[in-house]
């Protein structure tokens, strides 16, 4: 699965800005997607994931109330809507997906995701 990620840029506090990430090379099933951040010297931090079959969402209680992950099966795209944008939003978001449909102790966890996107921008400042 190739991962193309998109849709960053700078934005101001109380702003909105959507992420897409285009998913390639396989039909995607059974597979879980998600988005992380990091900024220099931090862990990756996980944001939002979607299990492809069924749709089922999680999200970060940083994010919950300001951010919805969906999905678009028809384009294998999958989408993290920000809003209400904050500046210690500010990070390189990326788009990820593992090959199994995790469970909710899983989802959140870095390792269990086998392909990468390339990283976004977001800069949310004023």
């Known amino acids: 699965v190739q991962l193309q990620a998109s849709g960053g840029g700078a934005v101001l506090p109380g702003g909105s800005l959507r992420l897409s990430c285009a998913a390639s090379?396989?039909?995607?099933?059974?597979?879980?997607m998600a988005w992380f951040r990091q900024d220099p010297g931090k862990e990756r931090e996980f944001v939002a994931g979607?299990?492809?079959?069924?749709?089922?969402?999680f999200s970060s209680n940083a994010v919950k109330g300001r951010f919805t992950i969906s999905r678009n099966n028809a384009e294998s795209t999958v989408y993290l809507q920000m809003n209400s944008l904050k500046p210690e939003d500010t990070a390189v978001y990326y788009c990820a997906a593992s090959d199994y449909s995790l469970i909710a102790s899983s989802i959140r966890t870095p390792t269990w995701y086998n392909y990468w996107g390339q990283g976004t921008l977001v800069t949310v400042s004023s």
């Open positions: 090379g396989r039909t995607l099933s059974r597979e879980t």
């Open positions: 979607i299990r492809w079959s069924g749709g089922s969402t």
